[in-house]
């Protein structure tokens, strides 16, 4: 998950790998910031598991970067058990465009059939009392396996920076349900027999990657079109051509004269870019109806 800089209300729960956490007189998480200054927080035992939970208040995660976490657990004027450290990462905000509760509030508009935990589930216990189908750290890593992807499918169409954020995250939503469905054990059955004469086979992509495949095929097809020149000075050799049945909203970008059906058969009347009579002259000559 993104955790960012000066969040409260974040849940950590830190495993001690001890079993009489009950009796410990001093719970406590070690902190050591990304500038290198150490703190310690307060921690209670989580129910009666050999973890440990803290809940972030302001100041805690004060700094940008990445920080290290171990667990501390002592009895009476004994030397301190320390658990394993970990670290974790905390972002500036507004700096990371996808969130992942978010794009979960986003993927259950596509995708309603797949009931994905929430946040505050997950805040309130990661991987039990819930009947999700998708729990929120796999929604986390799916997020971060669409996030690397998604850029090289735009670069193969040439399309690199055509996305508006909001398209990008439905990109991500449809890149997720994919590697959710692709996980599904039906989907290595690539047809099956319903008995009576009834079959189906399924196609070399999922429906979400069918989806996405349409979405950027519309994308880069609005690109195409938009990027249309305009104007062009260095090709000399080409004419706009005036085209007598749509002139002036369109022109011909052509060496050859637009065809009259009505009059003498060519259409003798050529312009330059920009309206000129002649090409070296860039004097632009009004059109007059």
């Given at each position: 998950?993104?955790?960012?800089q000066?969040?409260?209300?974040?849940?950590?729960?830190?495993?001690?790998?001890?079993?009489?956490?009950?009796?410990?007189?001093?719970?406590?998480?070690?902190?050591?910031?990304p500038?290198?200054?150490?703190v310690?927080?307060?921690?209670?035992?989580?129910?009666?598991?050999?973890?440990?939970?803290?809940t972030?208040?302001?100041?805690?995660?004060?700094?940008?970067?990445?920080?290290?976490?171990?667990?501390?657990v002592?009895?009476?004027?004994?030397?301190?058990?320390?658990?394993?450290?970990?670290?974790?990462?905390?972002?500036?905000?507004?700096?990371?465009?996808?969130?992942?509760?978010?794009?979960?509030?986003?993927?259950?508009?596509?995708?309603r059939?797949?009931?994905v935990?929430?946040?505050?589930?997950y805040?309130?216990?990661?991987?039990?009392?819930?009947?999700?189908?998708?729990?929120?750290?796999?929604?986390?890593?799916?997020?971060?396996?669409a996030?690397?992807?998604?850029?090289?499918?735009?670069?193969?169409?040439?399309?690199?920076?055509?996305?508006?954020?909001?398209?990008k995250?439905v990109?991500?939503?449809?890149?997720v349900a994919?590697?959710?469905?692709?996980g599904?054990?039906?989907?290595?059955f690539?047809s099956?027999?319903?008995?009576?004469?009834?079959?189906?086979?399924?196609?070399?992509?999922?429906?979400?990657?069918?989806?996405?495949?349409?979405?950027?095929a519309?994308?880069?097809?609005a690109?195409?079109?938009?990027?249309?020149?305009?104007?062009?000075y260095?090709?000399?050799?080409?004419?706009?051509?005036?085209?007598?049945?749509?002139?002036?909203?369109?022109?011909?970008k052509?060496?050859m004269?637009?065809?009259?059906?009505?009059?003498?058969?060519?259409?003798?009347?050529?312009?330059?870019?920009?309206?000129?009579?002649?090409?070296?002259?860039?004097?632009?000559?009004?059109?007059?109806?």
């Amino acid at each position: 998950m993104t955790i960012y800089q000066n969040a409260i209300d974040i849940v950590f729960r830190l495993d001690t790998g001890l079993s009489n956490l009950d009796t410990a007189t001093s719970i406590k998480i070690l902190v050591k910031k990304p500038s290198g200054s150490e703190v310690e927080w307060t921690a209670t035992q989580y129910s009666t598991t050999p973890k440990i939970s803290y809940t972030t208040v302001a100041g805690d995660l004060d700094e940008v970067g990445q920080y290290i976490l171990q667990s501390s657990v002592g009895w009476g004027q004994s030397d301190p058990h320390l658990g394993d450290a970990v670290t974790i990462t905390v972002d500036s905000e507004y700096t990371v465009d996808i969130n992942v509760a978010e794009l979960i509030d986003l993927f259950s508009v596509y995708y309603r059939y797949i009931s994905v935990q929430t946040f505050d589930e997950y805040n309130a216990n990661p991987e039990s009392g819930t009947d999700a189908e998708i729990l929120y750290d796999e929604f986390d890593t799916y997020t971060e396996m669409a996030s690397d992807e998604l850029p090289a499918l735009l670069n193969a169409r040439s399309i690199p920076n055509a996305l508006t954020p909001t398209e990008k995250k439905v990109c991500l939503c449809h890149l997720v349900a994919d590697y959710f469905e692709m996980g599904n054990t039906d989907w290595n059955f690539k047809s099956e027999n319903m008995g009576s004469g009834v079959s189906f086979s399924r196609g070399d992509k999922t429906g979400p990657r069918e989806a996405l495949d349409n979405l950027l095929a519309e994308i880069q097809k609005a690109i195409r079109f938009s990027r249309r020149p305009s104007v062009s000075y260095t090709e000399k050799n080409l004419v706009w051509t005036k085209d007598n049945r749509n002139y002036p909203r369109r022109f011909k970008k052509t060496q050859m004269p637009a065809f009259e059906f009505s009059e003498d058969g060519f259409d003798s009347e050529q312009v330059y870019d920009l309206g000129q009579l002649d090409e070296n002259d860039y004097t632009v000559t009004p059109y007059t109806p």
